[in-house]
């Protein structure tokens, strides 16, 4: 079988599969399943930068946020429609990640690390300052009537699963065309030799920012459709915690592979759901698993299985 | 016609003149070589030409344009290539893809996949294809590294100790592949092999302790007292 039928036959698989469930699952591992659709969008975007372009950035949790405020007050504030307002928290994340990415890259290595990170604990504190509009670690509540995009009511489980899987289905499948095209493949070069890349001649700067702002926005679409679908806007997304949390998931998944990101996001999400069902030390079981995966699958669960059983996984 | 020239080029490394006030003139469709002892800034000469450093003070000129102010990667898509001393390929990346990186800045489909096929055919390397760039012998990694400048179709091809490292067998199979492309692609060779040098350059540039010692034929430079003294040696 050819690598293209391989690719075509696992990512359709996979989205098939995930289409399919939405019949079988009982309520809550359908409601668990669509939260951690939307999260793994955001491990997706994530991915873009850190696992195909080889730029760890520790202050993800900002574009999120920029999505998920660019929707909730555009809902909120503007009283704007579901559709307009999610067309705003992509563009927030647009325009954040390229700004913000037109500064941060001017660093690299750890100074990058550090920078997005103070960008992103900058963001933060913005929300917070701004606790009229924003109403800060309280956040605000989507309402049901505002949910309602072109005549389908997202707070419905149904609705509120198909449109968490057109999400990550579209994130997906723009990355795995993406990483697959010219563009992808000289993110990769720089990647693993950014002055051989350079000399080669290409814009090395240019085409890292456009892999912030890919990044960026996709995961702001992840931010602004999990505030529209699960109806809360909270600062709490905006906290370093969560520009951790896509590091995890994307290291536990496999970096650099289309899949890892969702792989990851389950895993986690399922081993914390587990083990604080057996004990309240989770964290400690999750610790656990992770230091074994840490050991044994350095690359992840993708990745080992890029190393062992298929090389040109995408 | 003149490719490449350099007027005043020079490169302080704190205090160290690394390179020093060089004017120097590179015809169209010549092989030059660039020789000089370790330490003469041979390296910090060809870095100097493609941008990898900025110039403490000089221009570089190329085609008629003065480029000194260029990032390295708008200097390569004027038409220049170069092959890293040090060897630099894309180790995590099959041989293949290394090669059709460098094709893809101006190729793209079939033409960017026959290009690819081709230049590594020029180097000896069609049987190893899919293998990862990192598990070649070093030699094969100094042949890559060729296929990837020879893809580009330069007008200019800056190989920097490309025959380090090599096989008597590979250096004469390199030797064939120069003779190739004179003519059609002006090249500048750094080198340390002085049969290579002897055999492949129309002409010979010396720099010692970064300033030019020397410049001519290679008879002329084999019969050079001050090259003799500063370099081939008087034995």
Known sequence: M??????????????????????????YHHG????????????????????????????????????????????????????????AGAGAGLVVSGVVGMLALRTAGVAFMIVTLMFAQAGYLTILYFGSYTRGDEGFVIQQAQRILWGIDLSDPTNRYFAAFALFASCLLITLWLVRAPFGKVLIAIRENEERAMMLGYDVFAH?????????????????????????????????????????????????????????????FYLIDLSSGITTAYMLVAGVALVAL????????????????????? | MTLLSTRGLSKRFAGLHAVENVDFDLPQGQVRALIGPNGAGKTTFVSLLCGRIAPTQGTVIFDGRDISRLPAHKRINLGMAYTFQITSVFANLTVTENVALAARRRLRGMAMVQATEQALAQVGLEGRLDQNAGDLSYGHQRLLEIAMGLVQHPRLLILDEPTQGLADSEIEGFMALIRSLAGHTTILLVEHNMSVVMQAADQITVLNFGQILAQGSPDEIRADRAVQAAYLGTG
């Open chain 1, 208 to 268: 890292k920012l456009a892999a912030v702002i890919v990044s960026g926005t996709i995961a702001a679409m992840a931010g602004a459709v999990y505030g529209l679908l699960f109806g809360y806007v909270g600062a709490s997304f905006a906290s370093v915690q969560y520009s951790i949390f896509p590091l995890l998931w994307v290291l536990l998944g496999g970096a650099g592979t289309i899949l890892g990101p969702f792989i990851g996001t389950l895993f986690m």
């Open chain 1, 2 to 27: 050819s690598d293209r039928a391989k690719t075509v036959l696992l990512h359709g698989g996979l989205l098939a599969l995930l289409f399919a469930l939405q019949f079988m699952l009982p309520a």
């Open chain 1, 32 to 87: 668990n399943l669509a939260r951690v659709m939307v999260l793994a969008s955001y491990a997706i975007g994530f991915n873009v930068l850190f696992g195909y372009t080889g730029l760890l950035s520790l202050g993800h949790a900002m574009f999120f946020a920029a999505g998920m405020y660019g929707m909730g007050l555009a809902v909120q504030v503007f009283d704007a429609a579901p559709a307009l307002a999610l067309v």
């Open chain 1, 294 to 314: 840490t050991l044994f699958a350095p690359q992840g669960l993708a990745g080992a299985v890029r190393k062992r059983i298929w090389r040109g996984l995408p």
